[in-house]
């Protein structure tokens, strides 16, 4: 907790333009340990001054025992009820404290009402910041928020036992607790945990790590009033505007023009400037800028950001909790082919499939849409490109590379507290910090897709090929690379009753692969399965080097990206052009299935769509509505890019009859020997461009 304070008080200091000391007061801070520990991550020299405030008498005289041997004079320790508002050195302390802090003392507060009005009394109003870490028990029903719901629910036994032993202890954990802490504060972050007590997964104590800012008061008239006079802006919770802006705004239709209804405009792109915004903006382009009115739209569109790029969603829902962890760790479709199709614009709207984000990344790097959105069912793949993403924002090159690039980071737990805490939904941090052991040994082996590294690994060493793996990934040959495979590797790794064994499995397919049935059906349907995988990798090999342009295959062989085999995106120059050109403020990330987030975007706001191979996992019926959404959210001109593991995919005809013009961008001719692009694992790429 008082790192993910730390971490956002540093975030919040940052972007301030204000040198003040923040001041802080620890409630119930008992001997001071808390304020010694937080030494670590935020000097104490640095506040201005700090306040415990403790009813015990003994536990006061060993703090300031503490305090006196550190040298600390900006430390005030004061023994009295958590209610006082008597801070020396402040006539008025309400609304002047920049962070509060209560650890494991809220669930021992008789008044937990009043003390958290106080506390929000006395935070100041729009950057104030409270931490909380204790225990405590949930409702019998799902919380109505998303902001750390993960995890929250505990089960009957836990809810009425850990009540009742604690309580011998004067200690109070009714969920109505922490219900009202949230009902007066804004929730940044939230970690539920258990605490393995003695016996792992019997004995479970609930906690949670909490980070919070205050709500902002009597704004609601000016939001009613903005929202009735000009519908493409709202205001969130926690944020004012002044009364002559107001006015100007009421005054002016400022219509961003992604909220055109105009199929033939330029719908989607986001205005470079307060003058692209229309004539009738120009009034508040000083007050309000261009960034911050396209902000507002889409928090009006698809609610409020719980990061700079994750969308709102609920975690409780069956289609979400489904995924224990992402499917993908890596993403196996070329993004060359893709960006060679679609000639990305500055003023492009995009519509991708997040999978790991290595593309979307790509697609951000060399063509710098306007806005990207990236879709996916599975909560954790967008935490996967959040992390990605927040990386991105907060950390330097060396530190990226090695955990996307060599996958293993020895400090991981440190850096996403410290570093990258503020920018993560509290649904990503939940998932990391619970995960955090990802980095600890090889991050590209963990998910669904690294059982199938896994299982090649454990190939290559029972056959004894370590040696013969490693020269196919560094010869700068391409005719030694092709008879490696050939005569040595083919044979021993992919013999036919292997290959047939494998692709037999549904389970294996879908967990190891991600190919599921319906996929599988249309390459049976088309061919020989045996075939397919020969076809695919016989013309890898004679394509390119796995050395400095088969980054997918090398991947697969080393477990890890190297300096010339890469996605550019992780190389110090893409990954310098992303941070200075925050080519990534287009993202936005959207838990919900495909069809859903279609159906939230206005008649032809998109300009270009890649859809990756879903396609073929679909029936007829469901197919064709994603089709008709599809062609009416792309504009005229649009193109949508798909890959087919069947090289006349039969939904082609559904694109057609909605209006699009289908064509192929590459299509696998069986026994030919000849790739369509750097993966060849699927038989064919098309592009549709809307008529």
Request: hydrophobic content about 40%; aromatic content about 12%; charged content about 20%.
């Amino acid at each position: 907790m008082l790192a993910l304070i730390a971490a956002q008080l540093k975030e919040q200091l940052k972007d301030s333009r204000s040198n003040k000391a923040p001041i802080w007061i620890d409630l119930g801070g008992g001997t001071g340990w808390n304020i010694e520990q937080m030494n670590n991550y935020f000097p104490i020299s640095k506040f201005e001054r700090v306040y415990l405030v403790d009813l015990c008498p003994s536990l006061c005289r060993i703090a300031r025992e503490r305090f006196q041997k550190f040298g600390w004079t900006n430390v005030i320790v004061l023994c009295e009820d958590a209610l006082g508002s008597d801070f020396p050195g402040i006539a008025n302390p309400k609304g002047k404290i920049d962070m509060i802090t209560m650890s494991y003392s809220l669930s021992m507060m008789d008044n937990y009402h009043a003390v958290i009005d106080h506390v929000h009394s006395l935070l100041e109003r729009k950057a104030g910041i409270l931490g909380v870490a204790d225990f405590y028990t949930s409702t019998n029903t799902t919380k109505a928020s998303n902001y750390g719901i993960q995890g929250y629910q505990c089960n009957w036994w836990t809810r009425n036992f850990w009540q009742i032993w604690f309580a011998f202890d004067h200690v109070h954990l009714h969920a109505s607790r922490r219900d009202y802490l949230e009902y007066r504060f804004n929730v940044k972050k939230a970690v539920n945990g258990r605490n393995h007590f003695i016996l792992p997964f019997l004995v479970q104590i609930p906690y949670y790590i909490w980070v919070g800012q205050k709500k902002s008061s009597g704004t609601k008239k000016n939001r009613s009033i903005l929202s009735k006079s000009i519908s493409p802006l709202s205001l969130s919770s926690d944020e004012e505007i002044d009364e002559p802006i107001l006015h100007q705004l009421q005054t002016n239709d400022i219509r961003p023009r992604s909220m055109s209804t105009d199929s033939s405009s330029s719908q989607g792109s986001v205005p470079d400037s307060p003058s692209s915004v229309g004539s009738s903006s120009t009034l508040v382009a000083s007050a309000i800028s261009t960034r911050a009115l396209i902000e507002k739209q889409t928090e009006l569109r698809f609610g409020p950001k719980l990061s700079p790029w994750r969308l709102p969603y609920n975690p409780t829902l069956p289609c979400h909790t489904q995924f224990r962890s992402y499917i993908y760790a890596f993403t196996w479709e070329d993004p060359r082919i893709d960006l060679e199709v679609l000639n990305l614009q500055k003023d492009d709207v995009m519509f991708v499939i997040t999978s790991a984000g290595d593309n979307a990344l790509e697609y951000a790097l060399h063509g710098q849409p306007s806005r990207i959105h990236c879709v996916d069912m599975n909560p954790c793949q967008n935490h996967l490109l959040e992390l990605k993403l927040a990386a991105i924002q907060n950390l330097p090159h060396s530190e990226f590379w090695q955990m996307f690039g060599v996958g293993h980071h020895a400090d991981f737990r440190r850096i996403l507290v410290d570093q990258l805490s503020p920018s993560l939904s509290s649904a990503a941090l939940q998932f990391w910090y619970k995960n955090r052991s990802t980095f600890d040994d090889c991050f590209y082996e963990t998910g669904y897709s690294g059982l199938a590294l896994r299982l090649f690994k454990w190939l290559v060493r029972i056959k004894g090929l370590s040696k013969t793996v490693e020269e196919v990934s560094t010869t700068d040959d391409i005719r030694v690379q092709e008879q490696l495979w050939e005569n040595v590797i083919k044979p021993s790794i992919l013999p036919v009753w292997l290959v047939e064994w494998v692709l037999s499995h549904p389970a294996f397919l879908w967990n190891a692969l991600g190919v599921p049935i319906n996929q599988m059906k249309l390459i049976l349907d088309e061919g020989d399965a045996v075939q397919y995988i020969y076809d695919t990798l016989d013309s890898i090999m004679t394509r390119s080097l796995f050395r400095d342009d088969q980054y997918f295959y090398n991947l697969v062989v080393n477990r890890k990206y190297t300096c010339d085999s890469c996605p550019s995106y992780l190389t110090e120059t893409g990954f310098q052009t992303l941070k200075e050109q925050k080519a990534t403020d287009a993202m936005l990330l959207h838990t919900k299935s495909i069809i859903q987030v279609l159906k939230s975007l206005a008649d032809g706001e998109l300009t270009k769509a890649v859809l990756m191979d879903h396609m073929d996992w679909f029936d007829p019926k469901d197919a064709e509505d994603e089709v008709k959404e599809v062609a009416r959210a792309v504009r005229k001109g649009g193109i949508v890019l798909w890959r087919s593991a069947g090289r006349k995919p039969w939904y082609n005809a559904l694109f057609e009859k909605y209006g699009f013009e289908v064509e192929a961008v590459g299509v696998r001719v069986p026994g030919s020997g000849v790739s369509i692009d750097r993966v060849n694992m699927y038989a064919s790429c098309y592009k549709a461009i809307k008529k």
